[in-house]
């Protein structure tokens, strides 16, 4: 469809949330199914709901344009859905980091995109269409800081390997050590 109007331009933004929204209904099981922390995986199964619910919101906005719920294939969310399908293995805090960091990139993706169909929405006056994209919105924005919130947590787990590790290394003697550890090391050290 040429897009010679702002109302086409809005059409073809809804089209491209509509396909996004439903690829990340197949996608998000997987995700949640992957996750290890049980927060990380009810949060997605929660976004899982939220995002059911976006995508009725959506056909909404295409009744009040007075158009078919037809989408249009988002090749951007399909790049991020198979990078984030890369993460889906493995067991660790950074496992979940790496869904953390993927889910993440779909939400800011997301964020952008209904930000930019509220914008048209509004210079048309379409208010009822504003407030449904804004709703959907709103609920991206809290998904993200959900995330935010678990990576935090998350890293404070990493973090802690991390230290205890660089401890170790740094009670060791600067000479080539010896696999008897760090205590019979530092009486080598004395003696
Ligand atoms: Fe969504």
Redesign the pocket.
């Known amino acids: 469809m040429p897009v010679t109007t702002l109302e086409d331009l809005l059409v073809e933004q809804v089209r491209d949330l509509y396909d996004?929204?439903k690829q990340?209904v197949r996608a998000l099981p997987k995700m949640a199914g992957a996750a290890n922390s049980e927060d990380l995986q009810q949060a997605i199964q929660d976004h899982l709901e939220?995002?059911k619910n976006?995508v009725s919101r959506l056909e909404r906005v295409f009744q009040e344009l007075d158009k078919p719920a037809k989408g249009k294939a988002c090749k951007a969310m399909r790049g991020l859905v198979e990078e984030g399908a890369e993460a889906l293995e493995g067991d660790s805090p950074l496992t979940d980091l790496e869904i953390i960091a993927a889910a993440q990139r779909v939400e800011h993706y997301?964020i952008s995109a209904y930000g930019t169909a509220r914008a048209i929405a509004q210079q048309l006056g379409q208010d009822t269409i504003v407030s449904l994209l804004e709703e959907?919105e709103e609920?991206?924005k809290a998904a993200d800081t959900k995330l935010t919130d678990i990576a935090a947590e998350l890293m404070g787990q990493v973090e802690n390997v991390g230290e205890s590790e660089e401890e170790e290394e740094a009670s060791r003697p600067a000479r080539k050590s010896t696999q008897s550890g760090t205590g019979s090391s530092r009486k080598a050290a004395r003696g």
């Open positions: 996004a929204e990340l939220e995002t976006q997301e959907t609920e991206e």
